[in-house]
């Protein structure tokens, strides 16, 4: 593992254990070049992923960018953030499981806004503005009519 600090190609592994929900080990390494301690995470990959974007272009899957749109649309909400990382492990679960190694990029949002929508509301719609491209305030109006419709 190379020193995020320094670059030194030789880092030392000093403590590992798994992450509280048993989906990654969580290490803690230092580097002999500069000194420096850092922390690490690996997890099971069971394929490798690539997203089809809407575009048609490829890229490879990263499941970070799951992470980064949830805790947006998640911010300043009442959901910690083990929640979301064991929402986020279900879901590249789902997509590893699934048999395919292309994924469209709308599935994998359909994905992320059911699981929202089964945590907190306001952070469905906050994702589905930017997901399906909200332009007006009547785009939200029209969105949460139909949410009504749908929960009663």
Known sequence: MRCPFCGHDDTQVKDSRPTEDNSAIRRRRSCPGCGARFTTFERVQLRELVVIKSTGQREPFDRDKIMRSMRVALRKRPVDSEQIDRIVNSLVRQLESSGESEIPT??????????LLNIDQVAYVRYASVYKDFREASDFNQFVGGLKTEMS
């Open 106 to 115: 709308s599935q994998i949002g359909e994905m992320v806004m059911e699981a």
